[in-house]
């Protein structure tokens, strides 16, 4: 059984925020815990807009029941009526989130039979405790680098592996690849670009990063693989673009790396069309609709190409 950190997070902060609680001899100091379970958040960005919409919460909160319970008086249905008018207040005030936490503070102020300064100075106190607390310990991250780099290289090994068994196939009609790095390939990239856009979340000042361009990129050049394959699945017997086509997929396969060689490719594929144009016609059908799908198979090798001469690799 793996344990994460959010768990961590929660098995320390919890006893730890009661405890501080007690220290200022607090009323109902337990809850501070409460709040404290309720605010750990899995990223920096996450858990700060998460302490504001519970502390904005918690404020409108004690504005309505002092209306409603001081007016209708302390009765379940005060509460009833209160929760009509504050839910869609704090959807409202887009602080929806904070329902939860806001409403510990609630049954506190009904509990009580009558609100007073020190009652609000109590809640307010716990508040500050149990949500201070979950925001101490978001600050601490686990860098996430690492293991995006893991999912850079597998994707890179995939992409080789799937451009050489499509020079393989153009070759010499090798069909016996089970096509498993295609599958591996799209979970891979679903769990990277997850992944990444929590490491953006991680820095505050920060809005994007260069892994999450990364693998949104390598899907894009991935979709065009998948259009690749019914492709050069109607290319059959012996022809020298073929030929050509699964040399050119082959140096691909070797060149592929975060760094930006496109345009040496792309340049070689220009030349490589060139070559298709001033060759001599196609003399039956099937010679033309083998000639029609290689060029569309350029076309599609030189859109691969394009998306990643887009891609600016940086520090960033």
């Not at 793996?2 to 007690?22: D, E, H, S």
């Not at 201070?132 to 996430?144: F, K, Q, R, W």
């Not at 780099?149 to 799937?162: G, H, K, S």
Request: proline letters at 3%; hydrophobic letters at 45%.
């Amino acid at each position: 059984m793996k344990i994460g950190y959010r768990t961590i997070k929660t098995a320390l902060g919890t006893p730890f925020a009661i405890w501080i609680a007690q220290m200022l001899q607090v009323d109902n100091y337990a809850s501070a815990g409460i709040l404290t379970i309720l605010c750990i958040q899995i990223t920096r960005k996450k858990s700060f807009l998460s302490a504001w919409h519970r502390f904005a919460a918690c404020f409108v909160a004690m504005g309505f029941s002092l209306v409603f319970f001081e007016l209708i008086g302390y009765h379940p249905l005060a509460i009833g009526l209160m929760l009509f008018f504050f839910i869609p207040a704090t959807v409202w005030l887009k602080i929806s989130p904070g329902i939860v936490t806001s409403s510990v503070i609630i049954l506190h102020l009904y509990g009580s039979g009558g609100i007073s300064a020190p009652l609000i100075w109590n809640e307010l106190v716990l508040m500050f405790v149990g949500i201070g607390t979950a925001l101490l310990l978001n600050v601490y991250m686990p860098s996430l680098e690492g293991k995006l780099e893991q999912y850079q290289r597998q994707t890179e090994d995939n992409f080789a592996v799937i451009l050489r068994e499509l020079s393989r196939f153009l070759d010499d009609g090798n069909d016996g690849w089970t096509g498993k790095e295609l599958t591996d390939t799209a979970t891979l990239l679903e769990e990277a670009k997850s992944l990444s856009f929590r490491d953006v979340e991680n820095h505050l000042l920060r809005t994007h990063n260069q892994f999450y361009h990364y693998f949104h990129m390598r899907t894009k050049q991935f979709e065009l693989l998948e259009r690749m394959l019914p492709l050069v699945t109607r290319i059959s017997g012996p022809n020298k673009h073929a030929k050509r086509i699964a040399q050119f997929f082959e140096e691909l396969a070797e060149g592929i790396h975060p760094g930006n060689t496109a345009v040496l490719y792309l340049q070689q594929l220009k030349e490589m069309k060139e070559e298709f144009r001033n060759d001599e016609l196609p003399a039956t059908r099937d010679e033309f609709e083998v000639r029609a799908s290689l060029f569309h198979l350029l076309n599609e090798i030189e859109e691969y190409l394009i998306i990643k001469r887009s891609f600016k690799k940086s520090d960033v």
